[in-house]
């Protein structure tokens, strides 16, 4: 039973005028083998490079000079400076892909990296995305997406200039459902509490980590259809007031506080709290992202634009929703036991 498919009417969704997302080259594109994945020891990272591996890609993991980070048999590692250029297309000569998956906080500081990438003449750059649809006008204006917006910019210049030698795919996914889930910010299990954004029966869209990995991992493996394009990644289409539903039957029905706040309050919330901010991080950002998910004509729905089915990828149903929501509660911080 799938429970998420009644898709909505999304036409309030726009595509700004910021250039053709349109690939280049006229040869066929070869096939993608060996992948750099930049932050590959993070929530994302993780599944992503065992998603990678078990698809039988060669995975090289980039790793801060002085990061702790360990990678699993197979991966091969290489400490960069992520500030210097040759220090980056040294690490990136070779590489058919690049994957970045570094942490939110760095989202801004991608300018080198992806230089590096052009310059060593890697063919697919997939940037540091991963959330709301950066496509949309009034998404791209929230302070909490500045660095990927400049990133974005930057990379789709950058690929237009290599007429084709580099391509770029950018993934959004909206909210990493299970990490918001194991983190308390979708809904609190633990605490069993629910905060409803304008009542809780819009729809939105989210995403599993592993399912955006393997998301990733069908990209590659189809160059020439992902190329110099947005790809929307929808792993669940559902209400807040279902995923409270699911989570009753995970969490028993009894105790819940459940509360309401409008997206307006929520918007002004998270702008007092960015004008206060000396930095990224904080509550500040989780309710800009938790607004652009809720509020009306902000995306938040990927209904109608989503791309699972040329990925070959099928939402979750109601018994798997419930599934992740068990390991949840369990607040288990290696994701999916991997
Ligand atoms: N849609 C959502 O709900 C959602 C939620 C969270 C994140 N995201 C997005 O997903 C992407 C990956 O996020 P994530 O949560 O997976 O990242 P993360 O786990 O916080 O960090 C990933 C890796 O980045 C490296 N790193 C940490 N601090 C760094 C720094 N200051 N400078 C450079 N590298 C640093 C570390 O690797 P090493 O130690 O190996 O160097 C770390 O393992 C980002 O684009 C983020 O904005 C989306």
Redesign the pocket.
Known sequence: MKIFKQYLDNASIETPKVGKLKNHTTTPMPPITTIAV?????????PLVHALLAANFQVT????LD???T?PPGVKVARVD?TSHSSLSAALTGHDALV????????G?QDPIMRAAIAAGVYRIIP?????DMLHPRVRTLPVFKG?RDTQTLVRRLCAESRGTTTFTLVF?????D??IELGLAIDLAGKKMEFVDGGERYFT?AP?EFIARGVVAILQRPEETADRAIRLSGVRMTQKQLLRIAKKVVGEEGWTVTHIESEELKRRGYEGYRRSTSFGGSWVFDL?KFTLHADGYAGDFAGKEDNELLGLEELDEEEVEEMMRRGVSFNTSYYGL
């Open positions: 930049a932050g590959a020891s993070g929530a994302l990272g993780t993991a980039l790793t801060r990061s702790q980070s990678h992520y970045v998956t570094l942490t939110p906080s760095a989202s500081d540091s995305e991963f959330g709301g990927k996914n909206n909210l990493f459902l990490w918001g989210a980590l992202v």
